[in-house]
């Protein structure tokens, strides 16, 4: 199927409306809506239009475009390597400041109080 014939053809099958964003569109407007191949092979045009949907050429730049930076970006997941972001632990002794002295303590600390 030619470009012009696929384009026509999605069209006549698929509603006015962007895939992505939701808008409408129709009259002078519907020059911005494109014809999306959604495993992006342009030579696969089923007549069922199976393989299309129809984007405006703003989602259809940003569909495209995401595909072109993720050929860029590492395969690794950064994430999965993660490592200490910081070496500081304000709270590392907070337990040990929460917990109830023992009781000789607290008797021994009394004491001291009174003789002052």
């Not at 409408?24 to 495993?39: A, I, M, N, Q």
């Not at 703003?58 to 910081?86: F, G, I, M």
Request: net charge positive; aromatic share 6%.
């Amino acid at each position: 199927m030619k470009k012009i014939e696929y384009r026509e053809q999605a069209l006549k099958i698929l509603p006015w409306v962007c895939a992505k964003c939701g808008r409408d569109f129709s009259g002078k407007k519907l020059r911005e809506l494109t014809v999306h191949h959604k495993d992006h092979n342009y030579r696969n045009n089923p007549p069922d239009g199976s393989n299309w949907e129809l984007l405006c050429i703003y989602c259809h730049d940003n569909e495209h475009s995401r595909v072109l930076d993720a050929e860029w970006l590492p395969d690794q997941d950064p994430d999965s390597e993660k490592k200490p972001t910081s070496t500081h632990t304000p709270f590392a002794h907070l337990k040990k400041l929460l917990q109830k002295p023992d009781d000789n303590k607290v008797a021994e600390g009394k004491k001291n109080l009174k003789d002052k």
